[in-house]
């Protein structure tokens, strides 16, 4: 038998939440107050529900359900999250870029 010596896993999140969530209101200041407001509730929901590694596995209908908003709002506020690069969507995941 072969014996493993103790590793230590790196557990710190790739992300750091207080730095998201104010880009996140700054970027969504200049919208209106329903998309400022359905876009903190998705950063907050994105963050108490991806991996370590910064990954949503989630549909969006499943996160309209959850939080109870429109599709379209929530397509509205993940283009711009897209496009000022705190995230990116693949095939059935939001991904949140690397800081």
């Given at each position: 038998m072969k014996v493993v010596e103790n590793q230590v896993y790196n557990t710190k999140?790739?992300?750091s939440e207080e730095k998201i969530l104010n880009d996140c209101r700054e970027y969504f200041s200049s919208e209106t107050e329903k998309?400022?407001?359905?876009?903190e509730r998705f950063i907050q929901y994105f963050l108490k529900?991806?991996?370590?590694?910064?990954v949503l596995f989630k549909t969006i209908k499943e996160i309209t359900t959850d939080i109870n908003i429109s599709h379209q709002?929530?397509?509205?506020v993940l283009k711009i999250l897209e496009s000022k690069?705190?995230?990116y969507r693949r095939n059935g995941i939001?991904?949140?870029w690397k800081e």
């Open positions: 999140n790739v992300f998309i400022t407001e359905v876009g529900n991806a991996s370590k590694e910064g709002t929530l397509t509205k690069e705190i995230i939001i991904g949140l």
